[in-house]
Nanobody
Framework: QAQLVESGGGLVRPGRSLRLSCAASGSIFSINAMGWYRQAPGKLRELVARISSGGSTNYADSVKGRFTISRDNAKNTLYLQMDSLKPEDTALYYC??????????????WGQGTQVTVSS
């Protein structure tokens, strides 16, 4: 059964940190690369961080050097450590496989996301 549950978002001041967590079902997590995506109002959803099943990572230029993605395969959990947050990081953050998990015969599956707001 597919499941993605994001948590850890909140309202923070610029320069502060947040750590996001994602509990994923094993069917999504076990063999796939995983990523954190974000979507701000009026903008397209974008992939900001990616980690392969073997642990190699990639980051969007906008977050490189500030965000760190990690995974705990035993717990089927994905993390995003977000440091030096900027107002432009404000968005709804989602976890998913990369490419996004697709329920057979249906469109891509997404969880509810967790809101990150960076403001003074």
């Amino acid at each position: 059964q597919a499941q993605l549950v994001e948590s850890g978002g909140g309202l923070v001041r610029p320069g502060r940190s947040l750590r996001l967590s994602c509990a994923a079902s094993g069917s999504i997590f076990s063999i796939n690369a995983m990523g954190w995506y974000r979507q701000a109002p009026g903008k397209l959803r974008e992939l900001v961080a990616r980690i392969s099943s073997g642990g190699s990572t990639n980051y969007a230029d906008s977050v490189k050097g500030r965000f760190t993605i990690s995974r705990d395969n035993a717990k089927n959990t994905l993390y995003l450590q977000m440091d030096s947050l900027k107002p432009e990081d404000t968005a709804l953050y989602y976890c998913n496989a990369d490419p996004p998990f697709r329920i057979p015969g249906r469109a891509d599956y997404w969880g509810q996301g967790t809101q990150v707001t960076v403001s003074s």
